[in-house]
C-alpha cells in the first residue's frame, strides 16, 4: 500500500518561525505585558520575575521554561467516554461563542434567549461534525445576567455529553461552572485525573489582560483544566496592518499567558488559539472574512505546531455577511477550508457563525457542517492498493462500457462524498420539490434534529442535585 498525506501549507521557512520567537521575546522583555489582577502579579513576583506597577518582564529563559513542560498532546475527556477527544492529533470542531442574535429564515434577527442557547446545544449534541459543546453560542438576554453562566452550564450539561468548552465568567462563577461538571461526572477526583473543561482565555490588545479573565483562568489551571489563550487583536486598530506583525503581537500575549499557566501548574493542559483579524480600513470595523485573516493564522498555525510542537486552534467558520447568502458560503468556505489545509488540530467559530460573530444563524449551522465536510474530506490521505489502481478492472469493463453496475463499484459507492443539504439531482428534479433554496432544506434539518433530540443526558438525581447546588449558589 501507497500512503500520500497532502502536504500542509507552509508561508514561511523554519528560520523564520525562530524570528517571529524572538521578537515576541523581546517584546515581552523590554515592553513587558500588563496583568490587571494581583493575584498573577503576586505569581510572578514569587517566581523572581520583574514586576513594575502592573507591568511584568519576561526573559527568553522564562519563556523558554514555559514552553518545555507544555503537554503537546493532551485527553479532553467527555462523560460519554467514545466523544472523548485527543488534542493535538487530527482536526477537531469547537463551535461558536460570542454572538448576541440569533437568526432564521421565519423571525429575522432577534436577540438569542435562553431557549436558542438550549436549541444550539441540541444541535452540537446531535450533530456527527461536532466534537465540542458549551461556549456561549448566543447570549440570553432572558435571564439573570449575574447568574447566568449557572443556567447555561446546566442546560449543557442537561442537553450534551460531548467535551465542554466555557466561558469566562470571573474566578467565582467559574469555580462554580467547573464544581457543576464535577457532579456531573459524578468523580470526587475528576480535576486530578481528567481535562474535562477548557476555556478561551483573551487578553486585550496590545499586551494587557483584565482581571476577570485571570481569576477565571488561575480557577481552571488549579484544578488541572484547559486553557486556550486567545489574543483578539484587530490589525490595523490594536495591532500591526500585516500578517507578521499582528502574527509577532499575539505570540507574545499567547506566551504571556502560556508562562502564567505553567508557573501555577507545570505540565498544565495549553491550546493557543489564534482569534484574532483585521479591520475593515474603510470604517475601522472588525472584520471576518479577509484573507489577510487567514494569512495571519497559516502562519501562526505554522510558528505554534512547527517551532513550539504545541497544538493550535484557529478561528475559522466566520463571516462578514448578514444574512446566509453566496458571501457567507465564499466567506466561510475560504477560511474553514485554508486552516484544515494548514495542519490546523482544532476550529472555532464554526457553525451558523454571520456578521463578524455577532450572529448565529439556525440554517447556516445545518450548511456550516457540509463546509466542514467537505474540507476534512480533502485533507484526508490518499491511500491506495494495487486492486485500486484497476488495471483488471478497467480491462473487464473494456472499450465503451460502463462502471455502474459492476460490484467493485457497488463496493466503493458509500466511500465517496454525499451532500448533506446541498441538492446534486436533476434541474427537473429539484424544481419538482419545490424548487427549494438550501436554506429552506437547512431550516427543516435542524427542525427534525430539534425534534428527535432527548429530553435530558443526566440521570434524575444527578439532575436535581445540580439544580439544588444552583439554589445554593445563587
Not at 9 to 35: N, P, Q, W, Y
Not at 296 to 312: C, G, S
Not at 399 to 412: C, E, Q, R, V, Y
Request: glycine content about 8%; some cysteine.
Amino acid at each position: 500500500m501507497n500512503t500520500r498525506k497532502m502536504s500542509l501549507l507552509k508561508l514561511l521557512k523554519d528560520e523564520d518561525l525562530e524570528r517571529i520567537h524572538l521578537a515576541s521575546v523581546e517584546i515581552l522583555a523590554k515592553t513587558g505585558m500588563i496583568f490587571h489582577s494581583q493575584d498573577a502579579l503576586g505569581i510572578f513576583k514569587t517566581h523572581g520575575f520583574k514586576v513594575i506597577d502592573k507591568t511584568v518582564f519576561f526573559t527568553k529563559k522564562d519563556v523558554d521554561d514555559a514552553l518545555k513542560t507544555c503537554p503537546s498532546t493532551f485527553k479532553w475527556r467527555a462523560r460519554k467516554e467514545t466523544a472523548s477527544v485527543t488534542v493535538g492529533e487530527g482536526v477537531l470542531v469547537q463551535p461558536g461563542g460570542g454572538s448576541v442574535y440569533i437568526q432564521d429564515i421565519e423571525q429575522g434577527r432577534r436577540e438569542g434567549r435562553l431557549q436558542d442557547f438550549i436549541n444550539i446545544q441540541k444541535l452540537y449534541q446531535s450533530s456527527d461534525v461536532v466534537d465540542m459543546v458549551g461556549f456561549s453560542p448566543v447570549d440570553a438576554c432572558d435571564i439573570d445576567q449575574d447568574s447566568k453562566s449557572l443556567d447555561m452550564q446546566f442546560e449543557i450539561l442537561k442537553n450534551t455529553d460531548k467535551p465542554i468548552h466555557g466561558h469566562v465568567c470571573g474566578g467565582k462563577r467559574a469555580a462554580e461552572m467547573l464544581e457543576m461538571a464535577r457532579i456531573a461526572f459524578g468523580e470526587d477526583d475528576i480535576f486530578e485525573t481528567s481535562h474535562i473543561m477548557g476555556l478561551s482565555i483573551n487578553p486585550k490588545s496590545p499586551l494587557s489582560i483584565a482581571d476577570d479573565q485571570i481569576s477565571t483562568l488561575i480557577e481552571y489551571v488549579e484544578r488541572n483544566q484547559i486553557i486556550l489563550p486567545a489574543p483578539l487583536s484587530i490589525g490595523g486598530v490594536s495591532g500591526p496592518l500585516n500578517p507578521i506583525g499582528i502574527t509577532t503581537l499575539v505570540n507574545a500575549e499567547t506566551l504571556g499567558v502560556l508562562v502564567l499557566t505553567q508557573l501555577i501548574k507545570p505540565g498544565a493542559p495549553v491550546l493557543p488559539a489564534i482569534g484574532s483579524s483585521f479591520a475593515y480600513m474603510k470604517n475601522a470595523a472588525y472584520c471576518t472574512g479577509t484573507p489577510d485573516q487567514m494569512l495571519h493564522e497559516i502562519i501562526n498555525i505554522q510558528l505554534v505546531r512547527d517551532f513550539y510542537h504545541l497544538p493550535t486552534r484557529i478561528n475559522a467558520g466566520m463571516c462578514d455577511a448578514k444574512t446566509v447568502d453566496a458571501q457567507a458560503g465564499l466567506e466561510t468556505m475560504q477560511n474553514v477550508l485554508m486552516g484544515v489545509l494548514a495542519g490546523c488540530n482544532m476550529i472555532a467559530h464554526t457553525m451558523g457563525v454571520l456578521d463578524a460573530i455577532m450572529t448565529i444563524s439556525y440554517e447556516k449551522m445545518i450548511i456550516d457542517e457540509e463546509i466542514l465536510k467537505r474540507a476534512l474530506y480533502l485533507s484526508k490521505p490518499v491511500n491506495f492498493t494495487e486492486e485500486d489502481l484497476g488495471v483488471q478492472l478497467i480491462g473487464e469493463i473494456g472499450h465503451g462500457g460502463n462502471f455502474i453496475a459492476h460490484d467493485n463499484t457497488l463496493k466503493n459507492c458509500r466511500s465517496v462524498f454525499q451532500p448533506g443539504v446541498s441538492h446534486w439531482g436533476s434541474y427537473e428534479d429539484w424544481f419538482s420539490k419545490g424548487a427549494e433554496d438550501i436554506t429552506v432544506r437547512a431550516n427543516r434539518a435542524y427542525k427534525e434534529r430539534l425534534a428527535a433530540a432527548p429530553d435530558s443526558y443526566l440521570l434524575p438525581e444527578v439532575e436535581k442535585e445540580l439544580q439544588d447546588y444552583i439554589r445554593t449558589v445563587r
